[in-house]
C-alpha cells in the first residue's frame, strides 16, 4: 500500500516537475508564458507574466478578438510595477545603487507605488516628491508602503521646484541614491520591450493585428511597439506589421501639446526619451474623449465583470473603435493598466461626474453603478 502510494506519488512528483520544466520553458514564440503559476523569487519575480484577458463582449460584438493585458494584476496593482523594476535594475546594473541605497522619484501615482514595492523587496529607501495637490489617500499609501514622501507646491516643469526637479536634486545630495527619472530613462521602455511585448507575443501565439495604448511617459507604448514591430520583422514579413496605434486622450497629434482629460496617469506634453526612441515606427493615433472613456469604466464593469482605472478604458474604448475600423477577424491587444480602486470615489460620484459633466455620458441602464454621492 504504502509502496504503490509511494510511487503514485513519485509518478505525480515527476509529472509535476516536468509540467513546472514544461511552463518554463520557452515555446516557439519565445517565452514560458505560464511561469506566473510556478513558484517566484519575492515580489520582483511576481511582476509581469500577467494574463492577456479577451473582453467577451466587445469581442462577440466587433467579431474581433479584442484582448486586454491584466496589468492590474501585478503585485502593486498597476503596469508601472514593470517600469519601476527595471529602472531599479538598470540603476544596480550601472553600479549607482548599491545596497542600502536610496531610490528618489517625482510621481504622483502609480510608478511611486510600485517603486515603493520593488524597494521594500530589495532593501532600499524610496523617497517619493509630489505636487501638494494630491489627496492625502496618495500620501497615506506611500508612507505605509515605507516611502518618505514631500509633498511640494504644483508648479511647471520649468519652474526650478516642478517636483520632478525636487527629486532630482534630492538623489544629488545623497551618497548612494538614485533618481530614476521615469520620463526620460530609458530603461522604462526596456521593460516593455523584454516582458510586456514578449509575453504579448506569446500569449497570442503570433497574431497580433493591432496594438493600441495611451502614454504617460510613453514607455509601455514605445517599448510594445518597438518589440512587436520586432518580431513581426523576423516572423511574418516587413510588412505584417502595419497596424500598431496610439492614443492621446484629449488630442490627435504628437506635436500638440494643448487639452486635458479626467484620465490619471496619462497624457503629456511633451515627447518623452522613451516614446521618441520609437516615435517613427507609430502608424497612427487615435482621439478617445472623457465621454467614451467614462462609458467605458462602467461598460466593463457591466458587460465584462472588469473594475478598472479610467486609462484602461480609455484604451479598451480605442481597442473597440480600432477592431470596428479593422473589421472582423482582426486581434486588437491593449493595455488594462490598473483597477478603479484608487479612483471609485470620483468615477462612481454623482457629484463629481456632475461637476466634470460627464453623468449625461453614463447610459441610463448603468447608472445604478453610480453608488457613490
Ligand atoms: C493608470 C496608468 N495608465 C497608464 C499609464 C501610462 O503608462 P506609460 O507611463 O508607460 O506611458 C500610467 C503611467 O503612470 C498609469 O499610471
Redesign the pocket.
Known amino acids: 500500500m504504502f509502496r504503490l502510494g509511494a510511487r503514485t506519488f513519485t509518478t505525480t512528483a515527476r509529472r509535476a516537475a516536468q509540467s513546472v520544466a514544461e511552463m518554463e520553458a520557452p515555446n516557439a514564440y519565445g517565452i514560458g508564458v505560464s511561469k506566473a503559476q510556478g513558484v517566484v523569487k519575492g515580489l520582483t519575480g511576481a511582476i509581469g507574466n500577467t494574463p492577456l484577458i479577451r473582453l467577451n463582449h466587445i469581442s462577440d460584438a466587433t467579431g474581433c478578438e479584442v484582448l486586454g493585458k491584466a496589468e492590474f494584476m501585478n503585485p502593486g496593482g498597476?503596469?508601472?510595477d514593470r517600469?519601476a523594476l527595471f529602472v531599479v535594475k538598470d540603476a544596480e546594473e550601472k553600479g549607482l545603487l548599491k545596497t542600502g541605497g536610496t531610490v528618489v522619484e517625482g510621481t504622483a501615482?502609480?510608478?511611486g507605488i510600485g517603486l515603493a514595492h520593488v524597494c521594500r523587496s530589495k532593501g532600499y529607501k524610496c523617497v517619493i516628491y509630489m505636487p501638494n495637490t494630491q489627496s492625502q489617500g496618495k500620501i497615506d499609501l506611500l508612507r505605509l508602503l515605507g516611502a518618505e514622501v514631500y509633498p511640494v507646491p504644483a508648479v511647471a516643469f520649468d519652474n526650478p521646484e516642478n517636483y520632478n526637479h525636487q527629486a532630482k536634486r534630492h538623489a544629488e545630495r545623497l551618497e548612494n541614491a538614485v533618481w530614476t527619472n521615469?520620463f526620460d530613462n530609458i530603461a522604462?521602455r526596456q521593460a516593455?520591450i523584454e516582458t510586456t511585448g514578449p509575453e504579448i507575443w506569446a500569449q497570442t501565439k503570433g497574431k497580433v493585428d493591432a496594438f493600441t495604448?495611451?502614454?504617460?511617459?510613453?514607455?509601455?507604448?514605445a517599448g510594445v511597439t518597438r518589440y512587436l514591430k520586432t518580431v513581426s520583422d523576423v516572423f511574418l514579413g516587413g510588412s505584417s506589421w502595419k497596424r500598431a496605434a496610439f492614443v492621446y486622450p484629449v488630442w490627435g497629434k504628437l506635436t500638440e501639446r494643448a487639452g486635458s482629460s479626467i484620465t490619471?496617469?496619462?497624457g503629456q506634453g511633451r515627447v518623452t526619451d522613451?516614446l521618441g526612441q520609437d516615435i517613427d515606427l507609430l502608424d497612427g493615433s487615435m482621439h478617445i474623449s472623457d465621454e467614451k472613456s467614462i462609458e467605458q469604466v462602467y461598460r466593463c464593469l457591466d458587460e465584462e465583470g472588469l473594475y478598472l482605472?479610467a486609462?484602461?478604458c480609455l484604451n479598451v474604448a480605442a481597442a473597440k473603435e480600432l477592431a470596428e475600423n479593422l473589421g472582423k477577424g482582426h486581434t486588437v491587444v491593449t493595455?488594462l493598466?490598473?483597477g478603479a480602486y484608487r479612483y471609485a470615489d470620483r468615477l462612481f460620484s454623482k457629484k463629481w461626474l456632475t461637476e466634470k459633466k460627464l453623468l449625461g455620458a453614463i447610459p441610463k441602464h448603468l447608472e445604478k453603478y453610480i453608488v457613490l454621492p
Open positions: 498597476s503596469i508601472k517600469a501615482g502609480n510608478t521615469q522604462n516593455h495604448c495611451a502614454t504617460g511617459t510613453g514607455g509601455t507604448l490619471e496617469g496619462i522613451n482605472g486609462s484602461s493595455m493598466c490598473d
